[in-house]
């Protein structure tokens, strides 16, 4: 077991939120990071008063929480939107909320293997903590630092293994996202950067639309941070470390029919 392997299983646990108790965890959690900490511009707390944030996207979801072990609480989540069984043409929110370039506005990527990451967020509180992390709140560690802190590791990285492993267990190849691009900066000095696919618009704050197929990271991950992809394969249990056969899910579909495929901002 390599040294951020072991530092990880130290710190962190993720957790599938795939309970009633553990889904109230899921929205108080978004409640205390959206409205309280203020994340997403003009979300106004007083409308949730049982203070669970909830959307309509949360039941064609999969959940995942991060907790803390030292502290045995929950400080990060985010879940994975996935397309509508009953209705495949449903749009994803990126799709809904932003614009892709036209290079872009008909990937041919099947549907049902495709999940929009939202909801992603760590409670602000937690980097405060001085025994816990070193990592200063709000700002993104430069390229020296992720060496220097690498026995630490992000707890953003804590989510995107949470991801990895969902994607596996459900047949996931395909990710979009509305982000941040500060975040996909901070995912970079991982490599699990997303490729931006359209300019940034004003959707709860500057936000950008993302792609990047799944076995693009993984790639990147055994090439380049071969700790990384350890530990969000478990060493290569989970995701296979010979990805060449699976390299056709990467490709454009031309066979694929309209409704299975069309992903398309308008």
Same mark, same amino acid.
């Given at each position: 077991?390599? *040294?951020?392997?072991?530092?990880? +299983? ?38 949730? @008063? ?7 996207? *949360?039941? %064609?979801?999969? +959940? /995942? ?13 985010? %879940? ?6 009953? *209705? ?13 370039? =036209? ?17 992603? !967020? ?18 993104? =560690?430069?390229?020296? *630092? ?6 630490? =590791? ?7 293994? &949470? ?10 190849? +395909? /990710?979009?996202?509305?982000?941040? @691009? ?22 709860? !704050?500057?936000?950008? @639309? ?20 350890? /530990?969000?394969?478990?060493? &290569? ?30």
């Amino acid at each position: 077991m390599n *040294d951020i392997t072991a530092a990880f +299983h130290e710190y962190f646990e993720v957790v599938f939120a795939d309970t009633p108790s553990l889904l109230e965890n899921v929205f108080n959690l978004r409640y205390r990071i959206l409205c309280i900490e203020n994340k997403y511009p003009n979300v106004d707390a007083t409308s949730y @008063p049982d203070e669970l944030e909830r959307d309509e996207y *949360d039941d %064609r979801s999969l +959940h /995942l929480l991060l907790r803390h072990r030292p502290s045995n609480t929950f400080v990060g989540t985010t %879940r994975l939107i996935c397309s509508n069984s009953s *209705d495949i043409e449903q749009k994803f929110p990126v799709e809904l909320h932003t614009q892709f370039y =036209p290079a872009y506005a008909d990937l041919n990527v099947p549907r049902k293997q495709a999940v929009e990451i939202s909801r992603f !967020g760590i409670l602000s509180d937690f980097f405060r903590r001085k025994n816990d992390l070193d990592f200063t709140v709000n700002k993104i =560690p430069r390229q020296s *630092d992720v060496g220097r802190r690498r026995r630490f =590791p992000h707890p953003m990285l804590g989510l995107a293994i &949470g991801i990895i492993q969902l994607c596996a267990k459900y047949d996931i190849y +395909h /990710l979009f996202s509305a982000m941040d @691009p500060a975040l996909n900066r901070l995912f970079s000095f991982y490599g699990m950067q997303f490729n931006p696919i359209g300019p940034i618009v004003d959707y709860y !704050g500057e936000r950008r @639309p993302y792609y990047v197929c799944l076995l693009d990271v993984l790639e990147r991950l055994h090439a380049n941070h071969h700790d990384i992809w350890e /530990l969000a394969t478990d060493n &290569g249990r989970i995701w296979p470390a010979n990805i060449e056969a699976f390299k056709s899910i990467c490709s454009c579909r031309k066979e694929a029919s309209y409704t299975d495929i069309c992903m398309v901002t308008y």
